[in-house]
């Protein structure tokens, strides 16, 4: 079993759908849960960043996380075209001088007007 | 602020050939990764620094992979020789080293790699 298992879709939704993107994980060290969105040909972008367990809302993201459950999600409300990118987990136990990143395969999100 | 900065953006070479990548952090983040990120995939940790030491090098098939960070600042990673596996980008990524931040990583554009 994988560390972090993440969908690779692809996903296409519509302009203003709500968008649910998800993430398992298996190690229960995990703390630290990060989204980052990656357009074609760039690097990974931090979108949203959660310390153990809850809801994080930044605009139209929202990002939640579940340690019992060993999963994370990340919502996208009213969808923009600007949005179609690849969506990546990420995770980091944390402690000592190691934060070492885990990721998930990517979710390719494409949003059509 | 300048973001994380990596050369070249492109390179093609043939198999068992040598290839160098170099990587200029955002000033003050004294904590350096490289990542491999093969296409469909997402990136996996090669090498991390803190300053010019290793912290993790675990993943780094040290055989033909090398990595340096002499003066605290740039890196520079190496595949000697290279093989089509090696097909993939390279990321470079730098955080901080105190508080929460140091668990946020800011990436560069990468470099691309193709080994024919």
């Known amino acids: 079993q994988k560390e972090v298992e993440q969908d690779p879709g692809p996903l296409s939704v519509p302009e203003g759908a709500i968008v649910s993107l998800n993430c398992t994980y298996s190690?229960?060290?995990?703390?630290?849960f990060m989204w980052y969105r990656q357009y074609s040909r760039k690097g990974p972008e931090l979108l949203m960043y959660?310390?153990?367990?809850g809801n994080k809302e930044d605009g139209r993201f929202t990002a939640q996380v579940d340690k019992s459950s060993k999963y994370i999600s990340l919502f996208i409300r009213d969808s923009q075209p600007s949005d179609s990118a690849t969506y990546l987990c990420?995770?980091?136990?944390?402690?000592?001088?190691?934060?070492?990143?885990?990721f998930g395969k990517g979710t390719l999100l494409t949003v059509n007007p | 602020e300048a973001g994380v900065a990596q050369s070249p953006r492109y390179k093609i070479i043939e198999k068992r050939q040598s290839v160098a990548f170099w990587c200029n952090p955002i000033?003050?983040?004294?904590?350096l990764y490289w990542y491999q990120q093969i296409l469909g995939q997402g990136p996996k940790l090669l090498i991390q620094?803190?300053?010019?030491?290793?912290?993790?090098d675990s993943q780094l098939p040290k055989d033909r992979f090398s990595a340096e960070r002499l003066k605290g600042v740039d890196s520079t990673l190496k595949i000697q020789p290279a093989k089509l596996e090696d097909s993939a980008v390279y990321l470079c990524?730098?955080?901080?080293?105190?508080?929460?931040?140091?668990?946020?990583?800011?990436f560069g554009a990468g470099t691309r790699l193709s080994v024919l």
């Open positions: 000033s003050g983040h004294a904590t």
């Open positions: 990524a730098s955080s901080l080293t105190s508080g929460l931040a140091k668990n946020i990583q800011y």
């Open positions: 190690n229960s060290a995990f703390q630290y």
């Open positions: 620094f803190q300053n010019n030491g290793v912290v993790d």
């Open positions: 990420a995770m980091s136990a944390g402690g000592g001088s190691n934060y070492k990143l885990t």
């Open positions: 959660t310390y153990s367990s």
